[in-house]
């Protein structure tokens, strides 16, 4: 696929210069189910979509449907109208972000989109949907077709090798409704088919009757009938996490989202104060942000998203990855606290360019030559030493960049520590401890620049020594 760009374009969340022609990686696939809702009501889902806007160009939203959850009991035109005006917000501030990549025109809208690629207003607007109109499993069934349900199992018979990441903001009825059909319709295998395409990142459960204290009658969800019929072939992965972190840290920073988010541009005229919490959804695609720090599929990698474990989950029935209790909860809390500033700085520099057209865009981290954001695999014999060259790392705007070589320990089966010699220069030595071969060891290279707002590059280079 020919690329639209300059003779730059973007590997991470900046269009990085380059002489080839080879074209950018693709875009992870996006759908979402939100129960947005007016202000009055709860602001966070509108919060969290004008995030994802000025991210557009990492993902490529195939879906926003208009769901249930606890926002929206059933859903109304009112609620539905809340996504259309977003996305013509961004369609006034779109001009300012294509700024970023050196972007005119939108010819990919109808093509496999590669990052650093912004879709047009309409291709979104084309992309709006009612989802179920009704929360609970007892809803599951002829009568709950919608277009949102419709449209999944249409994304997942496309010819296209992605997974489809359906992040579900409210509840998950539309996609436990997409489930369902293609159960009555196909064939055992094509239903294995089918649910193996798809990944779900849910924030908590919000398909089930609440009670007191958001307690959940879990029978009454959809979500525990996918994750028990489903368990093997329909990765779930139910964050309890994530998004509370998310919301109690952006309520009481709250004076930097006033100040670096709201006002700036028409998204961020828009962008509300929180009633409850700040952006509880966003933890859902920041899982899986194209940012050369995790493999989505694997979720107790750590991300942006949070850490997950496969474990039994809080309704004590149903198996999923999850993280509402010890080591999980301990080490997703952990890297939320410590990738907190790198994911709010990069929303705060992109509502700069969405306000003024210029901004800061994030390093792009070469190592050993590789310029993509593919996580690396090393396989040396323990006892040796192996030097990670990240000195043709640049910054698109020429800022001065500082380097750290950590281990992400809990990623990894190697449980002793690990050397790194020079983890502050561009170029460092690990030591393969002695006693490694047959376990793993996760090296990250994190490089920021210092510029405003301070933005952060990744790599991930996972060591499996042998003897």
């Given at each position: 696929m020919k690329t639209i760009f300059s003779p730059t374009f973007m590997l991470f969340l900046s269009i990085t210069i380059s002489t080839t022609s080879h074209a950018a990686p693709l875009k992870p696939r996006l759908v979402v189910l939100t129960d947005i809702a007016p202000n009055h009501v709860e602001p966070d889902d509108m919060q969290s979509i004008i995030r994802l806007f000025a991210h557009a160009d990492m993902y490529e939203i195939e879906c926003l449907a208009h769901s249930t959850g606890w926002s929206a009991s059933n859903t109304s035109e009112t609620?539905?109208?809340?996504?259309?005006?977003?996305i013509d917000l961004y369609e006034k501030d779109l001009p300012n972000l294509m700024k970023r990549s050196n972007q005119t025109g939108h010819l990919h809208d109808d093509e496999h989109q590669e990052i650093g690629y912004?879709?047009?207003?309409?291709?979104?607007?084309?992309?709006?949907?009612?989802?179920?109109?009704?929360?609970?499993?007892?809803?599951?069934?002829?009568?709950?077709?919608?277009?949102?349900?419709?449209?999944?199992?249409?994304?997942?018979?496309?010819?296209?090798?992605?997974?489809?990441?359906?992040?579900?903001?409210?509840?998950?009825?539309?996609?436990?409704?997409?489930?369902?059909?293609?159960?009555?319709?196909?064939?055992?295998?094509?239903?294995?088919?089918?649910?193996?395409?798809?990944?779900?990142?849910?924030?908590?459960?919000?398909?089930?009757?609440?009670?007191?204290?958001?307690?959940?009658?879990w029978p009454e969800s959809s979500h525990q009938w996918m994750r028990r019929e489903f368990e093997?072939?329909?990765?779930?992965?139910?964050?309890?996490?994530?998004?509370?972190?998310?919301?109690?840290?952006?309520?009481?920073?709250?004076?930097?989202?006033?100040?670096?988010?709201?006002?700036?541009?028409?998204?961020?005229?828009?962008y509300p104060k929180y009633k409850y919490g700040v952006e509880g959804d966003t933890p859902a695609f920041l899982h899986l942000m194209p940012t050369g720090l995790n493999d989505p599929d694997v979720p107790n990698q750590v991300g942006w998203g949070g850490y997950f474990e496969w474990g039994k989950g809080p309704d004590n029935e149903t198996f999923a990855y999850v993280n509402h209790q010890g080591s999980a909860n301990k080490i997703s809390t952990k890297y939320q606290k410590y990738f907190y500033p790198a994911t709010f700085n990069n929303f705060a520099a992109r509502m700069d360019w969405a306000k003024d057209g210029t901004g800061n865009r994030n390093p792009v981290v070469v190592i050993n030559d590789d310029k993509s954001i593919d996580m690396?695999?090393?396989?040396?014999?323990?006892?040796?030493?192996?030097?990670l060259d990240a000195s043709k790392t640049?910054?698109?705007?020429?800022?001065?960049?500082t380097f750290k070589w950590w281990i992400l320990s809990e990623a990894g089966t190697y449980s002793n520590d690990v050397n790194?010699?020079?983890?502050?220069?561009?170029?460092?030595t690990v030591d393969v401890p002695s006693d490694s071969a047959g376990k793993s060891f996760h090296v990250i290279c994190e490089v920021m620049d210092d510029g405003t707002h301070n933005l952060t590059g990744y790599r991930r280079i996972i060591f499996e020594p042998t003897d």
């Open positions: 609620y539905y109208k809340l996504i259309h005006e977003t912004w879709p047009s207003a309409k291709y979104l607007r084309d992309r709006a949907m009612y989802g179920s109109t009704r929360r609970g499993y007892r809803y599951i069934g002829a009568s709950n077709v919608s277009d949102g349900s419709n449209k999944i199992i249409a994304l997942a018979d496309e010819d296209d090798d992605r997974p489809i990441w359906v992040t579900v903001w409210g509840g998950g009825n539309t996609l436990a409704q997409a489930c369902w059909q293609v159960q009555q319709e196909r064939i055992a295998e094509e239903l294995k088919a089918f649910l193996q395409k798809l990944r779900t990142y849910t924030i908590t459960d919000q398909d089930g009757a609440q009670k007191s204290g958001n307690v959940i009658n093997k072939d329909l990765m779930f992965l139910w964050d309890e996490c994530a998004w509370k972190f998310q919301n109690g840290t952006g309520k009481n920073n709250w004076n930097e989202y006033e100040t670096h988010i709201q006002n700036h541009g028409n998204l961020g005229n828009r690396l695999t090393k396989k040396p014999l323990q006892g040796t030493k192996v030097t640049y910054d698109p705007d020429g800022d001065k960049l790194i010699s020079n983890s502050n220069s561009s170029s460092a």
